[in-house]
């Protein structure tokens, strides 16, 4: 039963031979070749699966990752290529401009970053011109445990393997108001004309090197005799072998400029009242980098002028006995060395200039009458035939028991009475009592020459002495005692008043300096000029040239700035032949606010230039200011701008300064030139209309007043 049973289930899986025959199944041999087949395929499709398997390893693993950061570092080459500035280069991050890529013409941004061994990444970040505030950043790669930049100047011509050499912060490039060195003709002030001493012979031998034309005169001259000598030179150099109490104040009034060594005649020049300490040294300090005489020289340089140590004699350092215009250049040992005042700048007052008077000072006959005159205010007119330094008002009353009464002074308004400029305190009395009293202002005020209205006033009880005769005067309803009007009101009386009050202003008279001066740092007798260096001898030249300037006053022009009015100036200074780079550290420019103006915020910005030489979208540093209360509206200042951080520049492309003020109206206004350039360097003035969105075309002709100091990066030694 059991094989029978076998051989039954044998026969019905096996394929039968007989065409009639129904299949119920596969045989076991089609089975077996079925499996095998699948097999086959199995194992083929395993394969590819393996194959596509390991490529996608390989595309993710070092194979790939070196594939990827080849591609980006030539990419990072290309973008260097075509660099117009590099603003920064660190070991880990690079950044650039480069030309416009979005089509308004101007350079976009592009900066390299690898963010450090923490974070791993290595980004590409571009800041197009027409979106600067949506920078696109793309990761270049990740998990870049280090990555170090270095880099090499291009070099033109044979390889130089000399070192890069950064420059000490020198001075760039400057326009300011330059002398125009055609004065040559030198009067030399000296002991004896006919028997020069050593020194002078030196001095007059450099003078002539420097196409001076020079006359020496003895300062034992008769003033009339320098007098006729300075009328026909355009400058007067006084030697420190003179003596101060032979020349004296011979020379003061002179109306060209004066260049003086000997320092004990600080005072008959009206520089200082009095000398400072003789010390021993050879280097000065400087404190002003933004003069003629010092350009080039940084705040707070110590700048060598002599060969070996010797004693010199300074000014005073005490600013109470200093001239209110004199600009002190350098110090030595804190006291002031180099000194200057500029033409009408303020001298100190004489014995002779102090204590004057102006108005009435004889007693009248007359009392101003009670019944006409109570309660009100008198003025009487006076004139000022110089300009003052007023610091009392005096006059002739009569005041009751308990009696009270104050001085004021008013601005003339076409022969009336006009603002107030200044009143005194109250002077009270506890007994009647008459005669001359004399009340100080707190502060003495400055007048100019010319007519003003003193007035007084007369409350209850009070008199004033008068002449009905020769003067003029005016009564006020007003009551004063509380305080004047801030202008002259309620005219009452005769017309005419010819009355003339018993009243004057005590006053010092203000002299100002005809002509340039200058006080050179080696006034002693025991100093040898033999011993001045190239930059003593070259400060010696710069003070010739700049006290003898024909036309020493030249303020510029304004430009005013607000919200909307911009003005800029591109700068590209003269650099050395084998210049890799420049940077710039800080830049002066003269600033004044508008008369009556609020306080206004000023922006500064040091942005790259485009190829026409206008500013880009791209901020290299930016600086603000705000101009109030403390910036005079009077007279232009220079202003230091900070720009440590510019990065490493190119040497064929400048830069631009944007200035910009804050509000609406004008408030601040730049100092420019028409028609002067530098003597070196590209520069151009720039305004916009627009809040600096867009700019005029620059001007060749025009620049700002300015001075620019930085470094440059030269392969070796500077060639020039």
Not at 165 to 180: F, G, K, N, W, Y
Not at 302 to 316: D, E, F, Y
Not at 533 to 550: F, H, K, T
Not at 612 to 620: A, I
């Amino acid at each position: 039963m059991k094989v029978t049973r076998r051989l039954y289930f044998c026969t019905r899986l096996l394929p039968g031979f007989s065409g009639s025959a129904r299949r119920g199944g596969f045989t076991l041999l089609e089975l077996s070749l079925s499996v095998l087949i699948v097999s086959l395929l199995m194992l083929g499709l395993f394969s590819s699966v393996q194959l596509v398997t390991t490529a996608s390893r390989l595309q993710d693993g070092p194979v790939g990752q070196t594939t990827d950061l080849a591609r980006h570092l030539e990419q990072l080459s290309a973008d260097v290529r075509l660099a117009q500035t590099l603003v920064e280069r660190s070991s880990d991050a690079v950044e650039m401009t480069v030309p416009d890529q979005d089509g308004d013409g101007d350079a976009e941004i592009i900066r390299y970053q690898w963010w450090g061994a923490v974070d791993q990444r290595w980004t590409r970040t571009v800041t197009y011109s027409l979106t600067p505030n949506e920078p696109v950043t793309t990761v270049l790669a990740n998990n870049v445990t280090q990555l170090d930049l270095s880099y090499l100047a291009a070099t033109y011509g044979p390889a130089d393997t000399d070192q890069e050499i950064e420059s000490d912060e020198v001075l760039l490039l400057a326009h300011d108001d330059r002398p125009a060195d055609s004065g040559k003709r030198v009067l030399f002030i000296v002991s004896d004309p006919d028997s020069l001493r050593n020194r002078d012979a030196d001095k007059l031998a450099w003078m002539q090197s420097w196409g001076y034309t020079v006359e020496p005169i003895a300062a034992s001259a008769s003033a009339s005799s320098l007098q006729q000598a300075w009328q026909r030179n355009d400058v007067i150099y006084i030697s420190e072998t003179t003596s101060s109490n032979t020349l004296g104040s011979k020379v003061t009034d002179a109306p060209i400029g004066v260049v003086c060594e000997e320092a004990y005649l600080c005072d008959e020049l009206g520089v200082t009242t009095s000398v400072g300490n003789a010390v021993d040294y050879q280097y000065l300090s400087s404190t002003v980098g933004t003069h003629f005489l010092t350009e080039g020289w940084l705040p707070g340089d110590a700048v060598s002028i002599s060969t070996k140590r010797q004693t010199v004699r300074n000014l005073s350092d005490d600013e109470s006995d200093q001239a209110p215009g004199l600009q002190v250049l350098a110090t030595r040992a804190g006291q002031p060395a180099l000194a200057v005042l500029d033409q009408h700048a303020q001298l100190i007052a004489s014995d002779a200039d102090a204590g004057l008077t102006a108005g009435e000072t004889t007693v009248f006959s007359q009392w101003s009458p009670t019944s006409e005159i109570s309660n009100d205010t008198v003025a009487s007119k006076v004139a000022l035939d110089e300009d003052a330094m007023v610091s009392s008002i005096t006059a002739y009353v009569k005041l009751p028991f308990a009696g009270s009464t104050r001085f004021a002074i008013f601005a003339d308004n076409a022969g009336e009475p006009g603002d107030l400029i200044a009143e005194t305190g109250i002077a009270y009395t506890l007994f009647s009592a008459t005669g001359w009293v004399k009340i100080d202002f707190a502060d003495a005020c400055m007048l100019e020459a010319g007519d003003y209205w003193l007035a007084i006033a007369v409350p209850s009880g009070v008199q004033v002495r008068y002449d009905d005769s020769g003067g003029t005067s005016r009564c006020s309803s007003t009551h004063s005692l509380a305080g004047f009007d801030s202008s002259w009101q309620n005219t009452f009386g005769p017309d005419p008043n010819n009355a003339r009050l018993s009243a004057y202003l005590t006053y010092d008279a203000i002299r100002y300096a005809a002509g340039r001066r200058v006080f050179l740092p080696w006034g002693s007798s025991g100093f040898e000029v033999t011993h001045l260096n190239e930059q003593g001898q070259g400060l010696m030249l710069r003070a010739l040239q700049w006290a003898a300037d024909a036309v020493p006053d030249n303020p510029g022009l304004d430009l005013p700035l607000s919200g909307s009015l911009s003005g800029g100036q591109y700068l590209a200074p003269p650099l050395p032949d084998n210049a890799t780079g420049w940077r710039v550290t800080r830049l002066f420019c003269r600033l004044k606010k508008l008369e009556d103006a609020s306080y206004q915020n000023v922006q500064f910005r040091l942005v790259s230039a485009t190829l026409d030489e206008r500013p880009s979208p791209y901020l290299l540093e930016e600086a603000s200011v705000v101009f109030d209360y403390q910036f005079s509206s009077k007279d232009y200042v220079w202003y230091e701008i900070p720009f440590a951080a510019s990065g490493d520049l190119r040497t064929d492309r400048g830069v631009c300064l944007t200035v910009s003020g804050g509000g609406a109206q004008a408030a601040v206004i730049l100092n420019y030139d028409d028609g002067a350039k530098p003597t070196t360097g590209d520069t151009l003035l720039l305004q916009s209309l627009d809040q600096g969105n867009t700019w005029s075309p620059p001007s060749a002709e025009a620049d700002l007043r300015f001075y620019l100091y930085g470094h440059y990066q030269t392969r070796g030694e500077p060639q020039w």
